[in-house]
C-alpha cells in the first residue's frame, strides 16, 4: 500500500520538475479544493497519495501557468483523447492504444507502473532499466490552446509517440504561438518509486 502524503508527493515534484516548494503547495492546495487530489485528515491521517494523485498535481504544475489556472488545465488534459494510429511497441505494453484513455489516464498508468514494477518488466523485455527509462520517455504539454499531451519513448532502435489532444471542430481556430512545457521521464519514475515504499 502507498504511504506518499501530500507533503512527501510536493517534495518530489518539487525536486524532478524544479518548480519552487511554496509554489506547488499552492498548486496542491487548489487542485485537492476541487476534488482533483486525494484528501482525509492531516498529519500521520493524512490520505495517502495513488497514481492518479500523482498524475494529476504533475499535469497541474506542469501544465497550468500558474495555480490559478491549474484546475481547469487540469480538466482540459483530461479531456484529451488519443489521436491517430500507433506502432505497438513499449508504450503499447503499457497500454496506452485505448482510445477512451486521457493523457491525464496515460500520465497515471506509467507512473503505476513504474509503482507495481511492470515497466521494469516491459523494458527488460527491451534490455532497458528504470534508471534508462528517466532519459526514454519525455512528456510534452501544449498548455497553449488547443492543449496537447505527447508522450515519447526513444530506445535504441525506434521511437514511439503517444499524442492526446482536444476534440475540435473541423473549422476551430488554432493559433500559430503556442507554449509548450517537456519534463523528461525523471518525473515518472521518481513519482513511481515514491508510491513502492
Do not use: W
Not at 499535469?59 to 484529451?80: C, I, K, L, M, S
Amino acid at each position: 500500500m502507498c504511504r506518499v502524503l501530500p507533503t512527501e508527493l510536493q517534495t518530489r515534484i518539487n525536486h524532478s520538475l524544479g518548480v519552487p516548494a511554496a509554489r506547488v503547495t499552492v498548486f496542491a492546495r487548489q487542485m485537492r479544493e476541487a476534488g482533483l487530489l486525494s484528501k482525509h485528515g492531516r498529519g500521520m491521517y493524512a490520505a495517502r497519495m495513488t497514481a492518479r494523485d500523482c498524475a494529476a498535481l504533475l499535469v497541474g504544475v506542469a501544465g497550468a501557468e500558474g495555480p490559478a489556472d491549474a484546475v481547469a488545465q487540469f480538466q482540459r488534459f483530461h479531456e484529451t483523447r488519443l489521436v491517430g494510429a500507433a506502432k505497438p511497441g513499449i508504450l503499447s505494453d503499457l497500454g496506452l492504444d485505448d482510445p477512451g484513455k486521457s493523457g491525464v489516464d496515460a500520465i497515471t498508468d506509467i507512473i503505476e507502473a513504474v509503482r507495481s514494477g511492470a515497466l521494469e518488466e516491459i523494458l527488460g523485455q527491451a534490455r532497458l532499466n528504470l534508471e534508462q527509462a528517466k532519459d526514454a520517455f519525455a512528456v510534452r504539454l501544449r498548455i497553449s490552446h488547443p492543449v496537447r499531451l505527447e508522450i515519447r519513448f526513444r530506445s535504441t532502435n525506434a521511437v514511439e509517440t503517444r499524442d492526446y489532444g482536444e476534440d475540435l471542430p473541423a473549422n476551430a481556430f488554432v493559433p500559430d504561438l503556442v507554449t509548450d512545457r517537456t519534463m523528461s521521464g525523471l518525473s515518472l519514475v521518481s513519482l513511481g518509486l515514491a508510491l513502492r515504499a
